[in-house]
């Protein structure tokens, strides 16, 4: 469900990215070689975690990013980092008082290079780290709180457009990972400390996303603004299911370094 | 270019507003649904299957007619308490409206012939509490050169240290009796904590196995459990441990951890056996159930779940000598202690 649901909104990106890459001209040289992002903002986010609950969990959280972004002639190297702290109440149609708190954070590492030198879209690899430990409080008598731990790292194709508008940069990022290993605890963080299990994945048992759409203003200056949106999915189908879903605004600043402009 | 953006505006905020979608609705509540998702995590995640030789299919299938007949929450839930005395497991235990049922062993109804208050009355008149916490700890001097130390319950987190308030007081003691017996259990740590105490170096006590998988056998590998010297006070000298067939869970963790020391004589009768480390579970209608989700093991990797542990001196109360007001357990560990 969670794909049949995305996947519109996915080959949607993808004919508005073909759609604006076929009607640009050639872009002018960057006249940065570098740049650094760092943005902060709040989440939307589900989840729903067999391993702590049946219960699906939906809340809000905040979070803080970074992107170093570095160009190679057509090669183009992007190093993503995100940190969040997240609350989470109980979707039971019963109404329970649970609730949960996660903190979490992933680290990715894409390597693009552009489809000739005067095309908008690059495409890659994205190597994508991504873990966290999930408190779960139970509503039982001696309210139970136990944690959970969890995390992948996965590879995948990855794809990103941009385009300079309106003095700034309008770019959108998609990468879906292939391959990985993943750690998704049996029960509670006690098993993972008496064994921890890591397990291989590939699109028969894991899918997910990470998009990004944003806007940087003052393209050619070395301080400019940022905001953007992202969403990522995941969809582990283990024993116990584990699937989230998460998207986000995040406003903050960009520093362009490297080559000035001519 | 306008449009574009407007358009991939559009695309963001509509994956946003369906983020919940996506991960799919709430689970149903009717009882069939309940009754499948309880026994699915059992299923899953219970430690005991095979060791107790429960067929846990015929289990559900005898009691799923009755519990979807159920024609109140009242009923249904005490159908599924039902479902889980089958495994006879103290362990496993069903919240539900916020009332809890568990299993009740039958050493639960059987006389201990063990009063505390007598005891603490008769033997160790000037007993004190430990005055750190909630009064988790009495001591007091059983006999000349020979220290009491009572401890009813491990439950509660954080308060092993209150054993050094009274190891201190009971400097002079040559020997120390140890008294858990009616001790339900509580926190491992606590227990750890406690032994730590008594300890002259890092001692293997036993083994873990955790339920890893979805089927019944499978299980992560042994995982020692130790037990270290802690604490600002140790005592080195002759232990005698008192236990009883009261005597469950983290009680029995600490009984395990002074068995493997030297000068320790655990006296009374086999403890409760419940081994079984339990997790808590929820269904989506809020109540809340725990299941045994590891097998713990002796030293020599035998189980006891169910069995015990057995003492090394054997004192069985008798009716006579309870209502004549002595407690037989004590006295023969006193006499132990100052031969």
């Known amino acids: 469900m969670l794909f049949r649901k995305t996947s519109p909104m996915v080959a949607c990106l993808c004919v508005l990215a073909l759609h604006a890459s076929a009607a640009q001209t050639r872009p002018p040289a960057p006249p940065f070689t570098q740049s650094l992002a760092i943005t902060g903002g709040f989440t939307i986010n589900d989840h729903l975690d067999a391993s702590s609950s049946p219960i699906p969990f939906s809340g809000t959280g905040l979070d803080s990013r970074f992107r170093y972004q570095r160009s190679f002639g057509r090669w183009n190297a992007i190093v993503e980092g995100e940190g969040a702290r997240r609350t989470y109440s109980s979707r039971a149609d019963a109404g329970t008082s649970v609730h949960e708190r996660a903190y979490d954070g992933s680290f990715t590492t894409s390597l693009l290079r552009g489809f000739s030198s005067s095309s908008a879209f690059s495409a890659g690899l994205a190597l994508d780290v991504r873990g966290g430990v999930l408190t779960h409080h139970y509503a039982d008598p001696g309210a139970t709180t136990t944690s959970y ?64 759409a944003g806007f940087e203003t003052s393209a050619r200056r070395r301080l400019g603004l940022i905001g953007e949106f992202h969403a990522n999915a995941l969809d582990y189908a283990d024993i116990q299911r584990a699937r989230t879903v998460t998207t986000g605004f995040n406003l903050g600043v960009v520093l362009r370094f490297g080559r000035t402009p001519r | 270019m306008r449009l574009r953006t407007i358009a991939a505006a559009g695309l963001a905020l509509a994956s946003a507003a369906c983020a919940s979608d996506l991960v799919g609705p709430p689970p149903s509540t009717d009882r069939a649904s309940l009754f499948d998702a309880v026994w699915q995590e059992f299923d899953l995640h219970y430690s005991f299957f095979q060791l107790k030789g429960i067929d846990w299919n015929a289990v559900g299938a005898k009691h799923r007619p009755a519990a979807l007949a159920a024609t109140s929450d009242q009923a249904f839930a005490a159908e599924l308490a039902s479902m889980f005395a089958e495994l006879k497991d103290p362990h496993v235990t069903l919240t539900a409206n916020g009332r809890t049922m568990r299993y009740i062993a039958p050493y639960d109804t059987m006389p201990t012939r063990y009063n505390e208050h007598a005891t603490m009355m008769k033997y160790v ?108 006070h140790h005592f080195s000298g002759p232990v005698f441990v008192l236990t009883n067939r009261g005597d469950y869970s983290s009680a029995e963790d600490f009984v395990l951890a002074m068995r493997v020391r030297p000068q320790t004589t655990i006296v009374g009768d086999t403890t409760g056996g419940a081994s079984g480390g339990p997790i808590v579970r929820e269904l989506p209608n809020g109540w809340t159930y725990e299941l045994s989700q590891w097998i713990e093991y002796t030293p020599n990797k035998t189980t006891f779940e169910g069995v015990g542990l057995a003492p090394d001196v054997v004192i069985k109360p008798t009716a006579a000598t309870f209502a004549a007001g002595k407690d037989e357990v004590l006295e023969q560990a006193i006499a132990l202690a100052i031969r």
């Open chain 2, 125 to 232: 008149a000037s007993a004190a509490t430990t005055s750190g916490g909630q009064g988790h700890v009495r001591y007091g001097m059983a006999a000349p050169n020979v220290g009491y130390i009572r401890i009813a319950s491990f439950l509660g987190g954080g308060w092993g240290n209150e054993i050094d308030e009274a190891l201190g007081s009971l400097g002079n003691a040559k020997s120390i009796v140890i008294d858990i017996r009616g001790n339900g259990g509580g926190e491992r740590g606590v227990a750890n904590d406690v032994a730590g105490r008594f300890m002259d170096r890092s001692r293997t006590f036993g083994y873990l196995r955790y339920r890893n998988g979805k089927n019944h056998s499978d299980f992560t590998n042994y995982v020692t459990e130790t037990v270290d010297p802690q604490g600002s």
């Open chain 1, 149 to 212: 731990v969890n995390g992948y790292a996965t590879l995948g194709p990855a794809v990103r457009w941009q385009h300079s508008a309106l003095g700034g940069n309008t770019f959108l990022g998609l990468s879906v990972p292939l391959v990985g290993i993943a750690h998704h605890p049996y029960t509670d963080v006690r098993i993972d400390q008496a064994s921890p299990s890591f397990n291989a994945v590939t699109l028969a048992n894991l899918r997910g996303y990470n998009f990004t």
